[in-house]
Structures are given as structure tokens and as C-alpha cells.
């Protein structure tokens, strides 16, 4: 459940981000920020996801991997 809660909350900070900033590029070159904006909506659905499997991630995963060498993805 915390997994979609900060999946959910990431996306929604993003893209409200994301909005405010094709907003201000519209006024200066309105047939950009169409693209621009569906480019940073897909992208913030994919960062935002692993953004939030790395934050719920079992921190005696995190701890085993460090055991073993291996970097915390």
C-alpha cells in the first residue's frame, strides 16, 4: 500500500510541475509545449514509479546487498 501511496503522490507533484512549466513555454512557443508536455508526463510515470520502488525498498535488502558488494540499485 505505501508502494502506490508514493507512486500516486510523486506522479501527482510532477506532473503538476510538469503543468506549470508547458504553461509558461506555451507563451513563448505554443507548438512546443504539447510535446514537451506528453514527453515529461510518460517520463514522469516511469521515474516516478522507480523512484518509488527504491524508497519502499526492505532496507535488509538494501543492507544484504552492501554485504555481498553489490551497489544499491
Known amino acids: 500500500m505505501r508502494l502506490i501511496t ?8 510532477a506532473d ?6 508547458c504553461l509558461l513555454i506555451e507563451r513563448v512557443w505554443p507548438a512546443a509545449s504539447l510535446p514537451i508536455f506528453l514527453f515529461l508526463y510518460f ?3 516511469w521515474g516516478a514509479w522507480v523512484v518509488a520502488v527504491r524508497l519502499t525498498e526492505p532496507k535488509a ?13
Open 16 to 21: 503538476f510541475v510538469a503543468v506549470i512549466l
Open 43 to 45: 517520463a514522469i510515470l
Open 6 to 13: 508514493y507512486y500516486v503522490a510523486l506522479t501527482l507533484a
Open 61 to 73: 535488502l538494501l543492507g544484504e546487498r552492501a554485504v555481498q558488494g553489490q551497489p544499491a540499485e
